[in-house]
């Protein structure tokens, strides 16, 4: 049996590693023309959804090395308030701050996927864009440079913006929410720290009572990344060994200055001065941050969340996280899902080989459940950010002034 993968991001990678590990002929197919292209996110919550299907799906000194690689737990929700050029804790309404985050861990998104990219020199193909496939008996994939492979399955790992689901499945495109996210991370640093909140050390943040709202966490390595890895898995380069706030300017789109246009074409270092004016009025251990980021990790996001479609006819080719399920970061969901994902397709392609169970019907035992658990966690997330997150982003929290 071999799989196509498309697209190198965490659920991708994570399922090259598990077919690999199962016995599973596998070959990813990545756009981007290096591992190092373009920044790969800051940091995510990893919580038990995702640890399990690492330790599912990595080798044993893999798995190890992503334990000892990750930062602090990770088990809070904070509402902070600038007004004033003051931060101050305020209560967050509705559901307890334990319901809108499952407890877990920060960890770096670029070492994760060094780690996850790990012993797949021979399975990872860069620069090749899935741009159009054709199923039949097997699937054949076509891309963009005019080269092809086949398989015997296809998955669909390529994000948001996903072209094997826009020929797939069409009809489940994502829904744009209006917001707009510009990303970054930067050192922690003597006069940062000075700056910073001080119970922020296990939670991500969302500070509002400043234009704009802005979301941050913190990332302290438990372990130096490198010795980690010299120990556990010799010759592999990780780039990430300082400890670094992440930052997120949150905002609508109709009040973003010039529009999705003005953003979208600028290149990092460009989108980081950007960010500096933008936050040139916050308060000021904020724009301290933000000003003393790493300019090439500045990112630009259009928010979107994807519709819920009903069950679809299983046959050779499948989706796999965003690609199916994006939703917005405000249960820290969507890395998880990946995850788990993958760590479910592993189990059922697995049973192809171990117990003769037909491709179609571990392809279909594995939709049933990656749909249930993906719209339920889009669910989740979309209420969330609808019951706090856009009062936040509008700069309040709702029903009480800050």
Not at 41 to 66: F, K, M, S
């Amino acid at each position: 049996m071999r799989v196509l993968i498309a697209g190198a991001g965490l659920g991708g990678l994570c399922l090259a590693q598990g077919l690999r590990r199962a016995g599973i002929d596998v070959a990813v197919f990545e756009q981007d023309p290096s591992p190092r292209h373009r920044a790969q996110g800051h940091r995510v919550h990893i919580d038990d959804r995702g640890e399990d299907a690492l330790r599912t799906c990595l080798p044993a000194p893999l798995y190890r090395l992503y334990l000892d690689t990750r930062g602090q737990p990770n088990e809070r929700f904070m509402v902070l308030s600038a007004a004033g050029h003051r931060i101050r804790e305020v209560p967050i309404p509705g559901p307890a701050p334990e319901a809108i985050i499952n407890p877990g861990t920060a960890v770096s998104r670029l070492t994760l996927r060094e780690i996850l990219l790990a012993g797949l020199d021979d399975a990872v193909h860069f620069g090749k864009a899935v741009e159009r496939f054709e199923s039949g008996a097997r699937v054949r994939v076509r891309f963009r440079d005019g080269g092809d492979a086949t398989g015997d399955l296809l998955v669909g790992a390529d994000g948001i913006g996903s072209a094997v689901r826009r020929r797939y499945l069409p009809h489940a495109g994502p829904r744009d929410t209006g917001i707009r996210w510009i990303g970054g991370k930067s050192p922690i640093t003597p006069e940062s720290s000075a700056t910073l909140p001080p119970g922020l050390g296990g939670s991500f943040a969302a500070i509002t009572g400043t234009e704009p709202a802005m979301g941050i966490g913190l990332l302290r390595f438990s372990n130096d990344p490198q010795q980690a890895a010299d120990r556990l898995w010799p010759g592999l380069r990780l780039t990430d060994r300082t400890d670094f706030v992440m930052w997120a300017i949150t905002i609508t789109a109709d009040r973003l200055p010039g529009g999705d246009a003005a953003l979208s074409t600028l290149d990092p270092a460009a989108l980081h001065r950007r960010a500096i004016v933008l936050t040139g009025h916050s308060h000021p251990g904020l724009r301290t941050i933000v000003e003393q980021a790493w300019p090439e990790h500045t990112f630009f996001l259009r928010m979107a969340t994807s519709v819920p479609v009903p069950a679809w006819e299983p046959g050779n080719v499948t989706l796999l996280g965003d690609a199916i399920h994006a939703m917005p970061p405000a249960k820290g969901s969507g890395a998880n899902t990946a995850l788990a994902d993958a760590g479910t397709l592993t189990r059922c392609l697995r049973s192809v080989l171990e117990e003769g169970t037909p491709l179609v019907t571990a392809v279909g035992d594995y939709e049933k459940e990656m749909t249930d658990r993906g719209f339920r966690a889009v669910r989740a997330s979309t209420e969330v950010l609808d019951a706090i997150g856009r009062g936040l982003i509008n700069g309040g929290r709702p029903g009480t002034p800050l």
